[in-house]
């Protein structure tokens, strides 16, 4: 019990030491606005997209297992979209709160946090184990994270009530453009149809991708400051409940369904034990949706989510 106690907690507290620096730089101003918004960008659109496209072009897939560990998650994703509606129409929301409530239930922050705890977790694996879990989830978040966009964006919007042509049309847009969709569906068209990269342009894009996360979790850190809770707490909670406790609970109960090895139930529990995606406010911000209650979701389910993710860590 002990080692299993100090490995979760060597795996998730570099993590969460990390946002709790980033959010007291931006406190004292060592970080500011204009410069969390230059390491969002700078991660958004350079970090996270190198490193996905990398990790996704050099590894040797198992199809059969990371099919199953993506249908696990999808499955139970739309299972808390199913629930976040239920308990907003329980609830009496508004609609410009219902879209962003709903969102926050089931959008995970897969790749700022989800990753990094995994990639944490699994340092002290045999190297071939620990290659094997990393290509499953590389190759779950290059289909997933699509997904989450498409489904994030029509639940706003139907939360919304005047849509408009404009607003559809820029929120097409969005999604075409996204930098981490457009890495992913590269990265599998490139493995598929090109050879190795050149060695100069994987080292680079590797040497990139490495500091995506470490920045990352310090962006999230620094944007939580931001965030007000406001009259919003118990919708939230509720929110996180959905997100950080019900979403693996079901997980599970889809993995020992279709009978998935440990590796493979540790992926798929990690990203749904993972808090609400950082993004989910600027989404929210942009659709018109009720975005203070998405930066209150972001800042509960990202404290809480130490539990979710350390109970997944000391069972797996």
């Given at each position: 019990p002990d080692n299993i106690a100090m490995e979760v907690l060597n795996t998730l507290l570099p993590v969460?030491?990390?946002?709790a620096l980033g959010a007291?730089?931006?406190?004292?101003?060592?970080l500011s606005d204009e410069v969390v918004t230059g390491l969002n960008g700078l991660v958004f659109w350079v970090g996270?997209?190198?490193l996905l496209f990398y990790e996704i072009i050099i590894a040797e897939y198992n199809y059969s297992l990371a099919g199953k560990t993506f249908l696990v998650i999808l499955a139970a994703t739309i299972l808390c979209v199913v629930a976040g509606y239920i308990v907003a129409f329980l609830l009496k929301m508004p609609g410009p709160s219902v879209g962003a409530f709903v969102?926050?239930?089931?959008?995970?922050?897969?790749?700022?946090?989800?990753?990094?705890v995994l990639l944490y977790s699994i340092a002290d694996y045999n190297p071939v184990d620990a290659e094997r879990i990393k290509n499953i989830a590389i190759l779950v978040l290059a289909f997933i994270i699509p997904i989450y966009n498409f489904l994030a964006v029509i639940i706003l919007l139907a939360g919304r009530q005047r849509l408009g042509r404009r607003v559809i049309l820029?929120?097409?847009?969005?999604?075409?453009?996204?930098?981490?969709?457009?890495?992913?569906?590269?990265g599998l068209i490139y493995q598929f149809i090109f050879p190795p990269l050149p060695l100069a342009i994987s080292r680079t894009l590797s040497e990139v991708g490495q500091i995506s996360l470490p920045l990352a979790l310090i962006a999230v850190g620094a944007a939580l400051v931001q965030s007000n809770l406001g009259s919003s707490v118990l919708w939230s909670?509720?929110?996180t409940v959905i997100k950080i406790a019900f979403a693996p609970v079901v997980g599970l109960l889809f993995a020992m369904l279709l009978n998935l090895g440990p590796g493979e139930t540790k992926v798929a529990l990690i990203m749904l034990a993972c808090p609400t995606a950082a993004v989910s406010y600027v989404m929210a911000e942009q659709l018109g949706a009720d975005e203070k209650l998405s930066a209150a979701i972001v800042t509960v389910s990202t404290v809480l989510s130490i539990i979710s993710l350390g109970i997944v860590l000391a069972v797996y």
């Open positions: 969460f030491f990390m946002i007291f730089l931006h406190r004292i101003k060592f996270l997209p190198s969102q926050g239930a089931f959008r995970g922050n897969l790749y700022y946090i989800g990753l990094a820029t929120l097409s847009r969005q999604i075409v453009t996204n930098p981490l969709i457009i890495a992913c569906v590269a909670v509720i929110a």
